[in-house]
């Protein structure tokens, strides 16, 4: 399972302890304000025990705290008052997807979800040599519960650097992403939320570098994918 399908399958499980579409905003709210909680005091008994994850785990808790406050929105409904809608077809999303000059584009794939909430996707992989960067596209029809999985990262000054790489909170086009880069490994991930709604996901394996994701990025039109409706 990749990892947008696993953040998906995150969504799900988030959603269901929200009880999302089904009970009132105020207890998603609780509920997350409890998950806050409990990783805090996972961060201070790590702390104390001098576990090297300690800083990971109350990252972890700020991001949950940032959940929290949206939870209920969530809940209720879309962004900023903004009520779900049906999600455009995944033929829309594959239209998107760039062809890149250099790179061999494998067939555009896609498919949509009607429950427990409603999504559409599409993915291509972009091959040269033995490097590959996979694109995903995917309509959360303005249902935030679907970028639970990457609210903590999307937090505006997040940054953490390794002697290995680094992964940071980025802004791209006025809209809020994030970036994670492997020199080990030369794998990187660049990911950014457009409109509000679209979820972009560039996932490189065996790259040159971390620009090769923002390459592929530019290459997507994101004008584009706003506008669909």
């Not at 905003?25 to 090297?52: H, I, R, Y």
């Not at 033929?91 to 760039?98: E, G, I, K, S, W």
Request: net charge negative.
């Amino acid at each position: 399972m990749t990892s947008f399908l696993r953040s998906a399958a995150v969504a799900v499980m988030v959603c269901s302890v929200a009880a999302c579409g089904s009970s009132e905003s105020k207890k998603a709210e609780d509920d997350a304000k409890k998950a806050a909680e409990q990783v805090s005091k996972a961060a201070d008994d790590a702390q104390k025990s001098g576990d090297a994850v300690a800083k990971g785990a109350e990252d972890m808790a700020k991001g949950f705290e940032a959940m929290a406050k949206g939870f209920a929105a969530a809940a209720g409904g879309g962004a900023d008052g903004v009520k779900p809608v049906d999600p455009v077809s995944f033929r829309d999303l594959q239209a998107v997807l760039p062809e890149i000059s250099g790179w061999e584009r494998s067939k555009p794939v896609g498919e949509r979800m009607t429950a427990p909430f409603a999504y559409s996707q599409a993915s291509a992989t972009y091959s040269k040599g033995d490097a590959s960067v996979e694109t995903k596209i995917m309509d959360s029809g303005f249902n935030q519960m679907l970028f639970a999985p990457f609210a903590m990262f999307m937090v505006q000054g997040y940054e953490k650097e390794t002697s290995d790489g680094f992964e940071k909170s980025v802004s791209i086009g006025g809209n809020p992403g994030f970036e994670k880069w492997d020199s080990g490994t030369k794998n990187g991930e660049l990911t950014v939320v457009v409109n509000k709604r679209f979820l972009v996901q560039v996932e490189g394996h065996g790259v040159a570098d971390d620009k090769v994701m923002r390459a592929v990025l530019d290459q997507t039109d994101q004008k584009k994918l706003a506008a669909l409706k």
